[in-house]
């Protein structure tokens, strides 16, 4: 059957427990979790949680309709392709041979990341981008030496007028 | 007005309606139970054997009157005890407020003595849950416990009180009764697309579960089957829901169900499932599922639609108010050859016929019960073959008149939910019918039913084995019967005696009429011994994975 990837943007209310509840339906039910973000809105009292799952149409239809009986979920919007707007934040810490510093500022600055000594020979490395774009920054960082990395899930809005709140 | 947590906790549960709380004290509910000695004149409290059977009581008081059932328990093992009744009634969508102390505030982190994460532990078996952190939050708490727990599809809801929060003064104002969120409305163009389909249908079948008898809908249903001579089955959740003497009624669908409920599944051209949830038991083969047949599903709960079946015209909204809007566009049909089809069919291939001679079966004695019982008498029961035969003999005559863990099958379940049940129906007959497995489970609550002089009637189906999975160990496992001949050597009529109940036994057949009726008088708690067969298996059966095509119908 066709898998499906889908990035869903979730307004839940912002108290403790509510990520618990949706990571625990995601589990309970077998759904898959590629990535997640969770963070506060413009209204304290909502927070934004964005997954990337994917499945089958029929259970991405699930996904949204089970996640919807939560009593804290507030609206969920699935997020088209089309309007996609999500960035991720990656932090990677580098280790830089002498011989190849001017070649390692110089690919940072092209890729429009971030770079700061914190040693000699060892950079941390940030860059916000498209998960596409973060994931082939790291692999061009592989002909450094890669210490250690950690990346976010990616938070997504829709490029479009509406917002979570017409889904409410 | 200043009260105290527990003063308006116990307040705040009489505002929402409740008389009536089946529970058991400890450390983390002293305050509560402390307030609550103060209105033991507004709330009745049972105290059960067990906090298992509180939970069990809450749902078979629920589930028998409509009505929310209530359970309290105290921190750490209370709380745990919970755990399998509030599961049972999220199963079955049962709307139940279990309350749970927790060690104080100060405590809660620190594997405190009873501390356990309740609220953790129940999240996948609640609608939800809260954790109540500040006084003044409380009574709005359970206002909104209640709500949640009886609004659309009901289930079960837990609030968790620290002790400090119990203790805690703050000003009270009764806050009203709460009231059930708005269903869903029905989408205009999926009624005109059901509308034509029922139009269009020569075959048409009902299938009704649980969310019937939820949503009121019982006189409705009857009404539009007869209207538009549908016939109708029924899942284990929708028995009662039909009166068993009604002519298109079919009886139980699915693994367990009658050869001509299957049948019809497989030749409808239209299903209208009500309520209902194409579970495993019912749709054990989802893709050959009434494969000829277009499904038109009615749920409230829109999470339903296309979860195992795919539904072709899905129905959101109140089953009541839907059936209603159908049949002010349908007025009259004939389905007589669909129907004579399945007369036919019935009366040659029915449920197997009880065996002769002097020994009991418990076909015949469970087909026969309702004579002895009259229309008013609630059947609870446990899980097996006992619960099987019940819901394929027993004539239900009214709603809610069977009680039974359908979805999660928890053996143990029913003493529970009859104690439950004949409390809040104490004018009525309550029998729970039971199997030697089950019964050793959770027979603790006996206890409970003598010293709050509830007259159930305890009909113990003996065979000294663990019937169900011995059928499926005879069936699928070439008769290695592992662990299921259990042997016990306890002796029922004693057991019910040191209890201070009454107790009978039955061995033969010719003793059925004289015990039962000697019970019935009583009204009394009672347990019957009623020795039957360890080889007798329930039949027919499809087998698990398998479509009704594959039923067997055994001997």
Known sequence: MNQKKVVLSLLVLNHFGVLTRVTNLFSSRGYNIISLSVGETENPKFSRITIVTSGEEAIIRQIKLQCAKLEDVKAIQEVKDQELYMREVVLVKVKVNYMKEEDFIRFVDANQAIAKQIDQQLYMVEMCASTQSVDAFIDKLEMFEIVEIVRTGGCALAMSVGTVYDEQ | MMLNGSQILIQALIDQGVDTIFGYPGGSVLNIYDALYDKQDQIKHVLTSHEQGAAHAADGYARSSGKTGVCLATSGPGATNLVTGIATAYMDSVPIVAITGNVSSDLIGRDSFQEVDIAGITMPITKHNFIVHDVKELAETVRLAFEIANSNRPGPVLIDIPKDVSAAVCEYEALPKFEKRPAPQLNASDRKQAIAAIKRAKRPLIYAGGGVICADACVELLEYSKRTQTPICCSAMGLSSVPY???????????????????????????????????????????????????????????????????????????????????????????????????????????????????????????????????????????????????????????????????????????????????????????????????????????????????????????????????????????RYSQTSIHRRTDFVKLAEAFGANGYRITYRSEIDAVMKEAIASNKPCIIDCIIDPDDCVYPIIPPGKGADDIIYGN
């Open chain 2, 245 to 479: 003497d009604y002519e298109r009624y079919l009886g139980m669908i699915g693994m367990h169900g009658t050869p001509v409920a299957n049948y019809a599944t497989l030749n409808a051209d239209l299903v209208i499932a009500l309520g209902a949830r194409f579970s495993d038991r019912v749709a054990g083969n989802r893709e050959a599922f009434a494969q000829r047949a277009t499904i038109i599903h009615i749920d409230i709960d829109a999470s339903e639609i296309s979860k195992n079946v795919p539904c072709d015209i899905p129905l959101i909204g109140d089953a009541k108010i839907i059936l209603k809007q159908l049949m002010e566009a349908i007025k009259e049909q004939e389905h007589k050859e669909w129907c004579d089809t399945l007369q036919d069919f019935k009366t040659k291939i029915g449920l197997p016929k009880a065996a002769q001679g002097d020994r009991v079966d418990p076909r015949d004695f469970i087909y026969t019960l309702h004579q002895l019982l009259g229309d008013d008498a609630i059947i609870v029961t446990d899980v097996g073959q006992h619960q099987m035969i019940t819901a394929q003999y027993y004539q239900f005559a009214k709603p809610r008149s069977f009680i039974s863990s359908c979805g999660l099958g928890t053996m143990g379940y029913g003493l529970g939910a009859a104690i439950g049940a004949k409390t809040a129906h104490p004018d009525r007959p309550v029998v729970l019918i039971s199997g030697d497995g089950s019964f050793h489970m959770n027979m603790n609550e006996m206890a409970c039913a003598v010293s709050q002089h509830l007259g159930i009637i305890v009909l113990v189906f003996n065979n000294s084995v663990l019937g169900m999975v011995r059928q499926w160990q005879s069936l699928f496992y070439q008769k």
